[in-house]
């Protein structure tokens, strides 16, 4: 059974339709990939799939149960958990206590979740006593991945997750999102980076005016000259 699945998916802000009658599948443990031209409808997929955005036709299912129009906070408890783009950390709180943020609907003590994220970003740990808004790019986007982490999700969304980073960095970053994965949490992760993503990724698909235009297995799509012509440079 499918993690996620998307059917049909139509919705947008006001009046304005961004996606029509989008589809797409997460399989547990896969990492699946949304690339596309700006103002493809990304990132309104990954709202509407988290319930920042309400569908106006079409289902969202997570495993077996029906989330189209849950809010939010539902959404964090049913296993899922979603890093934004931008304003994704508490600026004046400490890496430490950004981590404990994103445990807030749990009980009890927190140590050994945190140091399983510190494991995972050794430079957190390094800098746990430190300011998330004194750190660089980077090292924000690694507070905001862990802080997603710090409640087990089944799955990850992440929304431009090497945006503005320098190439150093992004490298680092795809790292880090292929030894998630690997400790057994899916990712759907939209992407401007495609040839990273899809170097990454186990499916993908490519949206176009907000709709489905070209999907499949990442290294397929890579070798695409369809794909290459028009996200790759090539």
Not at 71 to 92: A, H, K, W
Not at 191 to 197: D, F, L
Request: hydrophobic share 40%; net charge neutral; aromatic share 6%.
């Amino acid at each position: 059974m499918a993690l996620l699945t998307v059917e049909g998916l139509t919705t947008g802000y006001g009046e304005m339709e961004v996606l029509r009658s989008l589809t797409l599948r997460v399989e547990p443990g896969r990492i699946v990939s949304i690339i596309g031209p700006n103002g493809a409808g990304k990132s309104t997929a990954m709202k509407a799939v988290f319930g920042l955005l309400k569908p106006w036709q079409g289902s969202i299912r997570f495993g077996e149960r029906e989330i189209g129009g849950l809010s939010p906070d539902r959404i964090v408890r049913l296993g899922m958990c979603y890093v934004p783009q931008t304003d994704n950390v508490f600026p004046s709180l400490t890496v430490e206590e950004n981590l404990e943020m994103g445990a807030f609907v749990l009980s009890g003590s927190t140590k050994e979740r945190k140091e399983r994220v510190f494991d995972l970003f050794p430079r957190l740990a390094e800098r746990r006593r430190q300011r998330a808004g004194k750190m660089s790019g980077g090292e924000r986007q690694m507070v905001a991945m862990g802080r997603a982490l710090m409640l087990d999700p089944k799955l990850l969304l992440l929304d431009e997750p090497s945006a503005g980073l320098a190439p150093l960095l992004v490298d680092l970053i795809f790292e880090k999102v292929r030894d998630i994965n690997a400790s057994g949490v899916a990712v759907l992760m939209v992407e401007q980076n495609a040839r990273k993503s899809l170097e990454l990724a186990d499916h993908a698909y490519v949206l176009v005016g907000g709709s489905n235009a070209i999907d499949g297995a990442g290294h397929d799509l890579l070798g695409d000259p369809e794909v290459g012509r028009l996200y790759l440079g090539g």
